[in-house]
């Protein structure tokens, strides 16, 4: 099973603040990795996938970059609707598993 | 407008037997993979289980904690995915989410999730 460890774990920043959330995979797993975004009481949401693959709808502020087992997701000046939890998550092979999430607290 | 409404969350007894539904509308569900994924109370997500589309084999793979004890269905003519979950265990309780990994025209991750519906395992 592959691993995926995120960091931090939390973090608390504000508005216009630059953040950089790191997904590391135990095995090099290409580019098969998405993230999300995830608010209280709702569904995990698509931000990125294929490592860098922006998706229709999502703000330009958030990018991700990386290959192999080292990835990031970059949110540029951060907005007090971008408090969440973020997940990481791979497709390469079975079982698909998912990071342990970042939360991001707005201060 | 794509949708994926999950139903068929309830409180069960340990030992006991759920069946979960998923019904998709807005995309061609039949070529579509779909899985299944869970988020225990104040936990991140876990990956349950994903069902193929009946023209890449219909074939079905789980995560080990459930093997053996769940099973993912799929109802192309209703356009809804199941999820039976047998001998329910504690560990079980989560909010369970259907996701499309694999829509009608090919497309990987297209984004496609439900609202989650919630399992209580408790006696």
């Known amino acids: 099973e592959i691993v995926l460890t995120q960091s931090p774990d939390f973090r608390s920043v504000t508005p216009k603040e630059k953040v950089t959330i790191t997904c590391r995979a135990s095995?090099?797993?290409?580019?098969?990795l998405h993230w999300y975004q995830q608010k209280p009481d709702q569904s995990p949401k698509l931000l990125i996938k294929?490592?860098?693959q922006s998706i229709s709808g999502v703000p330009s502020r958030f990018s991700g970059s990386g290959s192999g087992t080292d990835f990031t997701l970059t949110i540029n000046s951060l907005e007090t609707e971008d408090a969440a939890t973020y997940y990481c998550?791979?497709?390469?092979?079975?079982?698909?598993?998912f990071g342990q999430g970042t939360r991001l607290e707005i201060k | 407008e794509v949708q994926l409404v999950e139903s068929g969350g309830d409180l069960v007894k340990p030992g006991g037997s759920l069946r979960l539904s998923c019904a998709a509308s807005?995309?061609?569900?039949?070529?579509?993979?779909m899985d299944w994924v869970r988020q225990a109370p104040g936990k991140g997500l876990e990956w349950v289980g994903r069902?193929?589309?009946?023209?890449?084999?219909?074939?079905?793979d789980y995560a080990a904690p459930v093997k053996g004890r769940f099973t993912i269905s799929r109802d192309d003519s209703k356009n809804t995915l199941y999820l039976q979950m047998n001998s329910l265990k504690g560990e079980d309780t989560a909010v369970y989410y259907c996701?499309?990994?694999?829509?009608?025209?090919?497309?990987?991750?297209?984004?496609?999730w439900g609202q989650g519906t919630l399992v209580t395992v408790s006696s």
């Open positions: 807005g995309f061609t569900f039949n070529d579509a993979w």
């Open positions: 095995q090099s797993i290409g580019s098969s």
């Open positions: 998550h791979q497709s390469y092979n079975l079982p698909i598993t």
């Open positions: 069902i193929k589309s009946k023209t890449d084999g219909g074939t079905t």
């Open positions: 996701f499309t990994e694999r829509d009608g025209s090919g497309i990987y991750y297209p984004g496609y």
């Open positions: 294929y490592a860098s």
